[in-house]
């Protein structure tokens, strides 16, 4: 299943705006999940983008964020701690809630992880978690600051350098981590969790694995994830979590019964015609059967749609561009010219009658579509005003551009 990548914007726990990708299939979304990143980390780190594309072509959309201060959202990191990052998770849900779905599936990556313990409590809807090498406790990551304890506890805040960046640490950090406990959270969870792990993870020991899948109840997986490091640098330990996590969530998700629902949705096709269907997904979103091909149709969000697909007008842009293209290929192909390639370029809009020069009336608004033609091949300059011209004659062009009479009825219907 193809997949899109969209970038989005959201209000975070501390009123910046954060940054974020939703990664989806082009066609409506089964399901929704979310993806907490690992500490000073960001959305963009290769596990979260493999992670994120998989559950995608499963028909999972996943929205993957930085965390305030990190990465490209707004705010300072020096003024985050866990607790704001369980908060920005919150939010993060809330706006797929209020703009999509909420999240059924919370996946969090090292301390991303105990951040969707932490907050899954706080989105119902969520079905299933699953942690990536994940601490049991946030205090866990004190011994990353060990050698900087002392100045943060005396002049209250210290530069810290992390893989090789330099972050301001402060005391009220260490403070919140040392106060955060997941055990209560893990045994009051009630939803399915899945704890993947490396055994030779340097960076987290197996022991908070352990320590997670045994206060938690069931229904909870355990993966072992080998020789992998923390980070899941190699691509072929990122694609095998993806694997999983996708074939596991789909259990928790009833994906099952999603496709089913989705596929109910399409309607039958009629013969030598196109036929154009309500989904319950969104306010514009429309199914489209033409012939053996399924579409989507809809409007962009600033329209309030949900973008699942093109706009009405980019249909019959699409048809215009198509037919013309097609045109010119049949025209070369009989004249026997040398015409390598077509591409078209299409845009719509409405213009005062009044402004138009080549218009015959002056009273009104009007329709135009603006239409550009890029031709290779070796081609003379006749030939290629000639294919323009051919352009115009397009079926589609000169069913547009003359009258069209369009008949409507009431449809027989038929009460349950």
């Not at 792990?197 to 987290?204: I, L, M, S």
């Not at 010219?337 to 077509?342: A, D, I, Q, R």
Request: glycine share 8%; charged share 25%; with cysteine.
């Amino acid at each position: 299943m193809s997949t899109t990548s969209e970038k989005i914007r959201f209000p975070g726990s501390q009123g910046h705006e954060l940054a974020a990708r939703l990664e989806r299939p082009e066609s409506a979304p089964l399901a929704y999940a979310l993806f907490a990143h690992c500490f000073t980390c960001g959305k963009d780190v290769f596990a979260a983008q493999r992670i994120a594309q998989a559950l995608a072509s499963q028909g999972i959309a996943v929205l993957r964020f930085d965390f305030t201060g990190l990465g490209h959202s707004e705010g300072e990191f020096a003024n985050t701690d866990f607790s704001s990052n369980v908060e920005d998770l919150v939010a993060a849900a809330d706006y797929l809630r209020t703009n999509h779905k909420a999240p059924q599936l919370l996946i969090g990556h090292s301390l991303g992880g105990a951040a969707v313990i932490a907050a899954a409590g706080e989105v119902a809807e969520a079905k299933a978690v699953a942690t990536i090498g994940a601490p049991a406790d946030p205090g866990h990551l004190s011994h990353l600051f060990s050698e900087s304890a002392s100045e943060i506890e005396e002049k209250g805040e210290a530069q810290v350098n992390l893989a090789g960046r330099t972050f301001r640490i402060r005391r009220e950090f260490l403070e919140d981590i040392a106060e955060q406990t997941l055990e209560e959270k893990l045994r009051n969870l009630r939803k399915a969790l899945m704890v993947f792990h490396a055994p030779r993870d340097e960076v987290v020991g197996i022991d908070n694995a352990s320590s997670i899948f045994i206060n938690a109840k069931h229904p909870k997986s355990f993966v072992s994830l080998d020789d992998a490091d923390h980070l899941l640098t190699r691509r072929a330990d990122a694609s095998y979590v993806a694997q999983v996590l996708a074939a596991w969530a789909g259990r928790y998700l009833d994906l099952e019964a999603a496709k089913e629902s989705a596929q109910r949705s399409w309607p039958e096709p009629v013969e030598g015609g196109v036929v154009v269907q309500e989904t319950t997904q969104g306010r514009f979103t429309n199914a489209v059967t033409a012939g053996n091909h399924r579409l989507m149709a809809d409007e962009p969000k600033s329209s309030g749609g949900l973008d699942t697909g093109p706009s009405p007008y980019d249909y019959l842009l699409a048809g215009l561009g198509a037919c013309s293209a097609m045109t010119l290929r049949l025209y070369a192909e009989h004249k026997k010219l040398p015409l390598e390639g077509v591409r078209v370029e299409l845009s719509h809009r409405r213009v005062h009658a009044n402004d138009c020069a080549e218009c015959e009336t002056k009273e009104g608004r009007l329709e135009v579509i603006d239409r550009s033609l890029s031709i290779s091949g070796d081609l003379s300059e006749e030939q290629r005003n000639r294919l323009v011209q051919i352009a115009d004659k397009c079926p589609v062009h000169r069913t547009l551009a003359g009258a069209v009479e369009i008949h409507t009825q009431l449809a027989d219907s038929t009460e349950d």
